[in-house]
């Protein structure tokens, strides 16, 4: 299958519409499915994505089948094709979010890059939970998807929190009991790529640059991107610069031009030209409408 003619989903758009905003979703895997019955069919997203499958049914992910029963944990990066075809009795919970949730105002480089789960380049991302679920994995994904759903005050930084909690359960079951699998060189380079990025994007650095620490071409080094994730090397840095900028723009009070220089821009028209083409608004209009926006909103 053609990446090309695979589509792209957004965080479904079921329950809480300002936490989804923030960048966090929660729903049953029925409720999704029901909303948008094109999420059994191939697709990807630009954001990261937990499943708490129960039951019996299929899984593709990255064009490679499993078959899952029981208590199972997906993983779904951005940019990973996947779908699943379900049987009898098969249900579960979706936890979506994007990286500028999870990382808020933590300074990069991102913790979520050093999570062995995701960009799966050393385990499977399918997880068998264990009869009897020790480590309370269950436990999290019911308590988000009750947070989600109640939305009250603070309920953003509940949902963070959870996370990480979750996070730490899964690399104490991993620890006990999972022996790693082979990733492939694609998979590595790209893992790579994302840490490389998350130390250099605030450097003014070319794709040429990452290429070369990371020792191959740079026109290899896109393409093995675009292959893995369906997104080409360079619009992942541009994100990731853009992700810092908003929030900066969200939460400090640096100057536009003191945000251009510290995301890694020497020209603060050249910041703004960037900013505008990437979302459509200049950063005092962005930084504007966002304040207002969470001023009106607790969440």
């Not at 954001?47 to 899952?68: E, K, P, Y």
């Not at 933590?106 to 050393?122: G, H, N, R, V, Y």
Request: hydrophobic share 40%; glycine share 6%; aromatic share 10%.
């Amino acid at each position: 299958m053609n990446r090309k003619t695979i589509p792209v989903f957004g965080i479904s758009q079921v329950g809480q519409e300002p936490l989804r905003r923030e960048g966090i979703g929660v729903t049953s895997l029925t409720a999704s499915v029901l909303n948008d019955p094109g999420r059994l069919r191939p697709h990807y997203h630009n954001f990261f994505q937990m499943i708490l499958i129960r039951g019996n049914g299929a899984v593709m992910h990255d064009f490679r089948d499993s078959q899952v029963s029981g208590l199972t944990l997906f993983f779904l990066s951005p940019g990973q094709v996947h779908t699943m075809r379900p049987r009898r009795d098969f249900d579960g919970i979706t936890v979506s979010f994007t990286q500028g949730f999870f990382d808020h105002r933590a300074a990069p480089p991102s913790a979520l890059f050093e999570l062995p789960f995701f960009f799966t380049t050393e385990i499977s991302p399918l997880l068998k939970i264990p009869r009897g679920d020790t480590f309370r994995i269950a436990e999290c994904f019911a308590e988000m998807q009750r947070e989600f759903t109640a939305a009250e005050a603070n309920a953003a930084e509940v949902l963070r929190a959870w996370l990480r909690i979750l996070f730490a359960r899964v690399l104490r079951l991993l620890e006990q009991n999972r022996p790693s699998a082979n990733p492939s060189r694609q998979s590595v380079l790209v893992r790579q790529f994302h840490l490389a990025v998350e130390r250099g994007f605030r450097q003014e650095r070319a794709l040429t640059d990452y290429a070369r620490e990371l020792e191959v071409t740079a026109n290899h080094l896109n393409d093995i991107v675009r292959a893995e994730t369906g997104r080409s090397a360079g619009s992942i840095v541009r994100q990731r610069r853009l992700l810092d900028a908003q929030r900066l723009l969200s939460h400090s009070d640096l100057t536009v031009s003191e945000i251009g220089y510290q995301t890694g821009f020497p020209d603060p028209s050249y910041f703004v030209r960037f900013f505008r083409r990437e979302t459509g608004k200049t950063p005092v209009a962005f930084r504007t409408e966002i304040r207002e926006k969470y001023h009106s909103n607790p969440h």
